[in-house]
């Protein structure tokens, strides 16, 4: 089953924040996050490895809770260019499937 | 390396006919993954490889898709007598090794008529 990520769908102004969530059903090894631009491949946004740890990079970030297998995306003061869908991605432990979760999509407005 | 590639972009097949895709990994990377993604959905998991042994396979799969990575380098997938509900982009990516970034390839969009 694949992991089940909330919102679904979001429109932001540009400048406005906004969080994605990433829970799975499964013990994780790594969270990992990508972005998708209509008709593209997925993008690589980053990677998660420990329970707790938290990464970013320019205004995105990303906390990971091994315990709960959850993870959050957060997207501090959007720009245009963040639009697309975004997608978690889970190694789960004991197995050797990467799993992509149901996505968000997110559409920043002018 | 300019990363992975795959071939064709595109295929527009008739329904019943087999079809071929081919999938080339950046070149260290032993690890391969087939991935199927339809139109607002998140890519589906397909299959995995590990050098040239397929480790895991969707129970989703059905036994008309094979895939092959003969000697651990480049994959084929295969889909026999296709059926209109195979429509879809077929994604490949490749990793270095478990909890490592993948790679995608662009992708071949099936169409079946």
């Known amino acids: 089953q694949q992991p089940v990520q909330s919102p679904q769908a979001v429109i932001l102004r540009e400048g406005e924040d906004a969080v994605i969530n990433c829970s799975s059903s499964?013990?994780?090894?790594?969270v990992h996050w990508y972005r998708q631009k209509h008709g593209e491949a997925p993008v690589f946004l980053m990677i998660l490895l420990k329970g707790g740890e938290q990464k970013g990079h320019d205004k995105i970030s990303a906390s990971f809770n091994e315990k709960k297998q959850q993870s959050s995306l957060y997207l501090t003061a959007s720009q245009l260019s963040y639009s697309g869908t975004y997608f978690c991605g889970t190694e789960e432990v004991g197995t050797y499937k990467y799993i992509f979760g149901t996505g968000t999509r997110l559409k920043v407005l002018a | 390396d300019t990363g992975v590639s795959q071939d064709p972009r595109h295929k527009i097949t008739k329904r019943g006919q087999n079809v071929t895709f081919r999938c080339d990994p950046i070149?260290?990377?032993?690890?391969l993954y087939w991935y199927r993604q339809t139109l607002g959905q998140g890519p589906e998991f397909l299959t995995y490889?590990?050098?040239?042994?397929?480790?895991?396979k969707s129970r989703l799969l059905s036994d008309r898709f094979s895939a092959e990575r003969p000697k651990g380098s480049f994959s084929t997938l295969e889909i026999q007598r296709t059926e209109q509900g195979d429509s879809a982009m077929y994604l490949c990516a490749s990793t270095l090794g478990l909890n490592t970034e993948a790679f995608f390839g662009q992708g071949t969009r099936l169409t079946v008529v």
């Open positions: 490889f590990q050098n040239e042994a397929q480790l895991e």
């Open positions: 499964k013990a994780l090894y790594s």
């Open positions: 070149s260290e990377h032993n690890r």
